[in-house]
């Protein structure tokens, strides 16, 4: 009975040895021959320009600059309207424009971009605008630690399922374009929500503008998954490409959302 125990161990300690071995083999995986994606990224507000920008992906180890797509053929059409064309600023390729309109709460838009005949589409529904009422500037501590943090100020309706994206800008720099909120645990209340931002702190001088957005369900989405992958609300996730609302393969976001823009100076 002794032997075939000990038979028994020596054959299982030489299964963990062949298991770690195993763990041991070198696998190459090859970043650099992935082919390069479409990104688009495409907002139509109701105010000021409506804006799209085309680039693509590179290898893995290039640098993080974008390659820009330019000469691609861009419209939105407008539910029960009109289809509007984009231009393709002269001093900034890949980014292309239309003031021809505005886009209107409630209505669904749908864009097309033609890029040397392959044709990308997406949808979006522009929600009805909540009113941002103020912005202001709170002190918290954390660990003895004494920071400022940006606080808005809103009235949620009620019974209506509503989704904000928070976009921050210090000294004429966006700091933060992606943090998102739902009324899910505030439908109908008076909000008070705190923009953890952690870099840059900010300080007295400061001028501050808020772009408070409101956004549909799957723009919703797609922003939260960016702000999981920045760590935004928590430690970072794997990164992974957040789902699209573009068809045929291309990354990125068609956003039809309000805009209410509101500024001022931390004292």
Do not use: W
């Not at 688009?40 to 000021?48: C, R």
């Not at 509503?162 to 909000?191: M, P, T």
């Not at 957005?213 to 970072?236: H, K, M, T, V, W």
Request: glycine share 6%; with cysteine; hydrophobic share 35%.
């Amino acid at each position: 009975m002794k032997k075939n125990k000990i038979a028994y161990l020596s054959f299982l300690l030489l299964g963990v040895l062949t298991l770690f071995n195993s763990c041991e083999d070198i696998i190459d995986i090859n970043l650099n021959n992935a082919n390069p994606n479409v990104v688009i990224e495409a907002n139509v507000v109701n105010n000021g320009l409506q804006t799209v920008k085309v680039t693509k992906t590179k290898s893995f180890n290039d640098n993080n600059t974008a390659v820009s797509i330019n000469g691609a053929n861009i419209s939105v059409t407008e539910e029960g309207g009109s289809t509007y064309t984009f231009t393709e600023q002269a001093n900034l390729l890949g980014n292309y424009y239309s003031n021809q309109f505005v886009g209107k709460p409630g209505k669904k838009y749908t864009i097309k971009v033609n890029i040397n005949g392959k044709i990308y589409t997406a949808n979006s529904t522009m929600p009805q605008p909540v009113k941002l009422d103020s912005i202001s500037v709170t002190e918290l501590t954390f660990f003895t630690n004494k920071r400022k943090y940006l606080q808005v100020h809103y009235k949620d309706p009620a019974k209506i399922a509503n989704q904000y994206n928070y976009v921050l800008n210090i000294n004429g720099e966006i700091r933060n374009a992606y943090y998102v909120d739902s009324d899910r645990f505030n439908d109908g209340n008076n909000v008070t929500n705190t923009i953890f931002n952690s870099d840059p702190e900010i300080k007295s001088g400061d001028k501050i503008t808020l772009d408070f957005q409101c956004i549909d369900e799957l723009i919703y989405r797609y922003f939260f998954a960016i702000s999981q992958i920045a760590g935004n609300g928590g430690p970072p996730t794997s990164p992974a490409n957040p789902d699209s609302n573009f068809d045929n393969g291309a990354l990125g976001y068609f956003s039809a959302h309000t805009s209410q823009k509101v500024s001022a100076t931390v004292k």
